[in-house]
């Protein structure tokens, strides 16, 4: 498995461990050497040799303990440490993929990845590899000390092990399939509890906590579920393997008593041989529990990697970037459909360069999805968007956020200070932050420290933040996509007024377009049933176009 990789980071934590994981076994196979003898000195009746089998057993003993808790303390240290990398890895490859991917799934999704997922894969994967590996080698050593003692017993245990895997391996895709459907139900759950809390005002104020109550009940009855049958899948693969390593115990002390008899053994060693198989059988028990339930997070694993490809993907393209792209934005024959409806069609039209566009048109006419293009939050168009010399289609996220701001009308905030949502932890200057913070025209204090989800804030500080956040680092091109619409009249013309000062290509879009800004606008583009049936000045639309004429007769009174 890809998680494997993990592991082998962590080179010199595992290199010492592997070391006291071999000289751990020695000690209890000499441990069990000198017990079997121990026996045989009792049943010989030879006392000085019973006290000197103490002796060493009690003077491995010592060892043996110390080996154990330096063994236990490295295993700690290396899941604790693969468990914080799985975090900041799936954390990054969230961060780092195109938005149109990440708008696939829900925000419950992403929060799997970082809890219950990474929760999965430490106790499932990690942590019992690391059993794996310590079983592994009391295996290999208890099971060379065996065939020492005796073959034919050595060849039983071998048998009867190896029976023991086949079974673990043939259940192990039934165990999968279940596993994968608790941690798709599980993501479920968790976007279920986002939307309830994020709805909580809502769920009061109507007095419906009874019939959330229900919901909640039904889904969690569900995941629980899932998730009983996916343990229990497991729990029957690991009571089987738990009985076949019975059946290696009871086989190997019947068939010592048989060479017993024979006189090819003594008491002593077949106790010897008892322990042996004990040291053996445990292990392997462990092993075949570790296997099946390493091969349970299959599932989870490939959403790792299905996460982190995507964002490799776009890594990648970032390398590869060249070409200008400031300059005129055109659209050529863009056309995009979902489903059986058509958004757009064979849109074509450049916006020049540091001009200002009001784009108007009634709901689900195609206006905000067409902006999104520009962001990559829509990637799924036919045609071409050329931004200066580059075609959109060959540009990363990254090169993107530096050229083209978005804003719409959900502004997102963080818990923490004004400053920090502004620069959200980039680098500037006092005085580019101040440059941003005036031409925003926002007046709060930048050490101010805003609550969740901005609720000590107003909405039109809200959206002063964005635009200070969008003006810091300077873009070329600035799309406003219905961001007045739910502001009162004073800050939406505030704020439409702040868009049309910009030195910047503005595409600001809104029903609620302020008849006082109306004629700074360069061009004013109408959009109907997915194309641009009319654009020009005001002006020439008020001559030309009887579609215009009444939507600014309606919104001029």
């Not at 498995?1 to 290199?15: D, E, G, N, P, S």
């Not at 009746?45 to 006290?51: L, P, Q, R």
């Not at 606008?521 to 049936?533: A, P, W």
Request: aromatic share 10%; glycine share 6%; net charge neutral.
């Amino acid at each position: 498995m890809k998680m494997l990789r993990y592991i082998l980071r962590q080179k010199v934590k595992m290199a010492i461990l592997v070391v006291l994981l071999i000289l751990s076994p020695i000690t209890t196979v000499f441990t069990g050497l000198w017990a079997g003898q121990l026996f045989d000195y009792a049943y010989a009746m030879d006392f000085e040799g019973v006290i000197r089998s103490f002796v060493l057993i009690f003077a491995v003993w010592i060892p043996r303990n110390i080996l154990r808790y330096w063994v236990l303390q490295l295993k700690v240290l290396i899941t604790t440490t693969i468990r914080r990398e799985l975090k900041k890895d799936a954390f990054q490859s969230i961060m780092n993929v195109d938005l149109s991917y990440y708008e696939q799934f829900d925000n419950g999704e992403y929060l799997a990845n970082l809890t219950n997922d990474v929760t999965i894969i430490d106790e499932r994967y990690v942590s019992e590899f690391l059993n794996v590996l310590e079983s592994v080698f009391n295996i290999l050593t208890t099971g060379l000390a065996l065939l020492f003692i005796n073959r034919f017993l050595a060849l039983t245990v071998v048998a009867t092990g190896a029976l023991a895997v086949a079974v673990v391996l043939i259940e192990s895709r039934t165990t999968n399939r279940k596993n994968r459907a608790f941690v798709d139900r599980f993501a479920a759950f968790t976007q279920l509890l986002k939307e309830f809390f994020a709805a909580f005002p809502t769920i009061r104020n109507y007095s419906v906590e009874s019939q959330f109550q229900k919901q909640f009940e039904q889904s969690n009855e569900e995941t629980e579920h899932t998730k009983f049958v996916a343990d229990s899948e497991l729990q029957y693969a690991n009571a089987f393997s738990t009985g076949l390593v019975w059946l290696m115990d009871f086989t190997v002390v019947g068939l010592g008593i048989a060479e017993v008899i024979r006189g090819n053994l003594t008491v002593g060693m077949v106790y010897t041989a008892y322990l042996f198989v004990g040291n053996i059988g445990v292990p392997l028990q462990s092993v075949l529990n570790a296997v099946n339930s390493m091969l349970s997070v299959k599932a989870v694993v490939e959403k790792f990697e299905r996460l982190h490809r995507r964002a490799r993907a776009e890594v990648a393209r970032e390398r590869q970037e060249d070409g200008c792209l400031s300059g005129d934005i055109r659209f050529e024959n863009v056309s995009l459909r979902f489903g059986n409806k058509d958004i757009f069609r064979n849109v074509s039209f450049t916006f020049e360069k540091g001009k200002k566009y009001l784009i108007v048109g009634k709901n689900g006419a195609g206006k905000s999805t067409l902006f999104k293009l520009l962001k990559r939050r829509v990637t799924s168009y036919t045609g071409d968007v050329f931004l200066g010399e580059k075609n959109l289609s060959d540009l990363s996220n990254r090169r993107l956020a530096g050229h083209v701001s978005y804003l719409n009308e959900n502004c997102s905030v963080i818990s923490d200070t004004v400053r920090s949502n502004i620069t959200l932890y980039r680098d500037y200057s006092e005085e580019e932050l101040q440059q941003a913070v005036q031409a925003a025209h926002l007046e709060l204090d930048l050490d101010h420290r805003i609550r969740d989800a901005g609720a000590n804030i107003s909405s039109g500080e809200r959206r002063k933040i964005e635009i200070a956040r969008a003006l810091l680092s300077r873009p070329e091109v600035v799309i406003f996509d219905e961001v007045i619409s739910t502001l009162d009249i004073e800050s939406a013309y505030e704020i439409e007024r702040l868009a049309l000062s910009l030195d910047a290509t503005v595409m600001f879009v809104s029903h609620n377009f302020s008849g006082k800004n109306i004629g700074l606008y360069d061009e004013i583009l109408l959009l109907d049933d997915g194309q641009i049936v009319a654009h020009g000045s005001h002006e020439q639309l008020l001559q030309t176009c009887e579609h215009y004429r009444r939507l600014n007769a309606i919104r001029m009174g």
